[in-house]
DNA sequence: CCGATGACCACCC
DNA sequence: CGGGTGGCCATCG
């Protein structure tokens, strides 16, 4: 397996529980901006392979894009059952419920912080 | 090899 | 906020 399908996995699974990535966001995490749509494919295709929280990953807007309509609406009833609001028909709070990923930022900076 | 496709994204209006 | 447009890039027939 390619090593950046590997890092998109392990990156998916450190989505906590009750927020949301979006899979640009993944795709930048992964060392790929570009790579967005490439996430969405390894998520469709490995999702039932692997054990990842597929639900928690929406598009850049927040909407949730997937093209079959059954699995559209799971993954909505899974975010709810988390906690996840929605805006409108199929949209999150992405300001409210969006994951920011501090874990993996952090030794940026910090430092002298104090 | 080439054109079409897609669980995307940024931009513009 | 919503809808259209061009760009991206791996897969597929």
């Known amino acids: 397996m390619e090593a950046y399908t ?5 990156i998916i699974q450190k989505i906590p529980l009750g927020t949301v990535a979006t ?3 993944i795709a930048r995490l992964a060392g790929n ?3 967005a749509r490439q996430v969405a ?3 469709h295709s490995m999702s039932q392979k692997y054990d990842l929280p597929w ?3 929406v598009n850049a807007k927040g909407e949730i894009v997937i093209g079959d309509p059954e699995t559209a ?6 975010l709810a059952e988390e906690g996840v609001e929605f805006f409108r028909q199929n949209k ?3 300001v ?4 920011q990923p501090e874990e993996l930022c952090l030794s940026a900076e910090s430092s002298d912080l104090d």
């Open 41 to 43: 494919r390894i998520l």
């Open 92 to 94: 999150v709070k992405l």
């Open 55 to 57: 639900h928690r990953v």
């Open 96 to 99: 409210t419920f969006q994951w």
């Open 6 to 10: 590997k890092q998109v996995i392990s």
């Open 73 to 78: 609406i799971e993954q909505k009833y899974r």
């Open 33 to 35: 901006p570009r790579a």
């Open 23 to 25: 899979y640009g966001q």
